[in-house]
């Protein structure tokens, strides 16, 4: 169980696009989800916290603008990368907690990630 | 800075040998978790210790936590090609967000 599926799992876009990438939870309701961004070779930076029914909480240094997160129900959060530049190209990866919102310091469950590519 | 930080950041082993990693980090913690990425995969949930427990066990995984030095090592013992992967420790103090340190890119050669 606990199950994270995203979509999709890479995605070649051109400079000025804009990109979604979605986030289900398949056996279980995630009411937080988290959305995360990792270079290759490093570790995986907090970009926000996706809440469903409510605004996304971004980390520092986060582009609200840029990094748009819907939470519009219970297994649905999704990143949409507006305007994307070639220094967005990155691996983003989703994950929840079961369940959702959980004890503080639950163990994650992870989506595969997406490696997004702007030329 | 990361609130974890791991030692090696690389590590290369022959199989069966056994593969030790460290994490280091700086604040009080509730609990410290373990994850494995393959390469161009999400992370999967090893092992959780929390910070009353100084040692645990799951298979081939053995975890210790000592809180006075605010450290943490993973052991993979008989390590086979298959667990060739990166490794993560994660920190979760109050509230909900974990943390995670650098990584320890982890070889077993066959």
């Known amino acids: 169980g606990a199950v994270v599926s995203q979509h999709p799992s890479w995605v070649i876009c051109k400079s000025g696009t804009s990109v979604k990438i979605e986030c289900r939870s398949l056996?279980?309701?995630?009411?937080?989800m988290f959305w995360y961004r990792q270079f290759p070779k490093q570790s995986l930076m907090l970009m926000a916290t996706?809440?469903?029914?409510?605004?996304?909480?971004?980390e520092q240094g986060v582009e609200k603008d840029k990094f748009l997160i819907n939470h519009a129900s219970l297994t649905l959060s999704t990143l949409t990368v507006t305007s994307a530049h070639p220094e967005d190209s990155s691996f983003y990866i989703c994950?929840?907690?079961?369940?959702?919102?959980?004890?503080?310091?639950?163990?994650?469950?992870f989506g595969n990630g997406t490696r997004l590519t702007v030329t | 800075s990361q609130q974890g930080e791991e030692d090696p950041q690389a590590l290369s082993i022959q199989e069966g040998e056994n593969a030790t990693m460290n994490c280091s980090y700086k604040?009080?913690?509730?609990?410290l978790q373990w994850y494995r990425q393959n390469s161009g995969r999400g992370l999967v949930h090893l092992i959780l210790?929390?910070?009353?427990?100084r040692e645990k066990h799951s298979g081939r995984l053995r975890v210790t936590l000592d809180t006075s030095k605010k450290s943490s090592s993973l052991l993979i013992t008989a390590s086979r090609a298959a667990d060739t992967a990166s490794y993560f420790c994660?920190?979760?103090?109050?509230?909900?967000?974990?943390?995670f340190g650098e990584g320890t890119q982890l070889t077993v050669n066959p």
């Open positions: 994950s929840a907690s079961n369940p959702s919102p959980g004890p503080p310091g639950r163990p994650l469950h």
């Open positions: 056996d279980f309701q995630a009411t937080t």
């Open positions: 996706s809440n469903e029914g409510s605004k996304a909480t971004y």
């Open positions: 604040t009080s913690i509730n609990n």
């Open positions: 210790i929390r910070s009353n427990e």
């Open positions: 994660a920190t979760a103090s109050s509230g909900s967000r974990l943390t």
